[in-house]
């Protein structure tokens, strides 16, 4: 399961009018943890803002689900509720969860979640769907590189040598010596 953090960012833009304005501006991202986050929200904002920039706000999200779209120009943040029946007590259980869509409209919003939960077992229904804040969406990609320290080596060198496959390495006490009598006993008062 993702892990989405809310990053808000300040910083000058130019306007449409061409006067500078103060601009403060949420973006969302999959992390690990905070500090991941930030890294890569700095990552992200290098690349799209000109100038300096300060992220004043990150927070971890309650966003279950991504539905994204080749079409869309904002975000909606929608709240979908999963109703299954609790045998033991006979009553319907409901399940609220948050998921982000990307699209023109709340409709269009509405009808890609209903296109998204299609094959889901369990019934839900959709209690309510507003426009978000949020700017932009950075997804974790696998093909991120992490910086590695130049003195590392990566494990693929270990494993493809039989340095580590040498049974001595992983030797088991064979001969049931008390390896623990250089140390001196604890004498207590």
Known sequence: MNTWFECT???IKMGEDGHEKKASETYM?????????ESRIY???????S???????ISKTRISEIIPSDNGDRWYKARVAFITFDEE???????SQSVLVFSNNVKEAY????????GMMADFEIS??????????????????????SNFKPIES????????????????????????DLDPIEED
């Open 111 to 118: 009808d890609q979640i209903i296109e998204a939960m299609q």
């Open 51 to 57: 100038g300096e920039f300060m992220v004043t706000k």
């Open 9 to 11: 960012a300040k910083y």
């Open 89 to 95: 007590s006979g009553k319907e259980k409901r399940t």
């Open 128 to 149: 309510g769907i507003n426009e978000s804040s949020i700017l932009d969406v950075f997804p974790y990609s696998a093909s991120e590189k992490t910086d590695v320290p």
């Open 43 to 49: 990552k992200e904002l290098q690349t799209m803002v």
């Open 158 to 181: 270990f494993l493809a040598t039989d340095e580590l496959q040498d049974d001595d390495d992983f030797a088991v006490n064979k001969n049931d010596e008390d390896l623990n009598d």
């Open 29 to 37: 991202l999959d992390a690990i943890s905070f500090t991941e986050a």
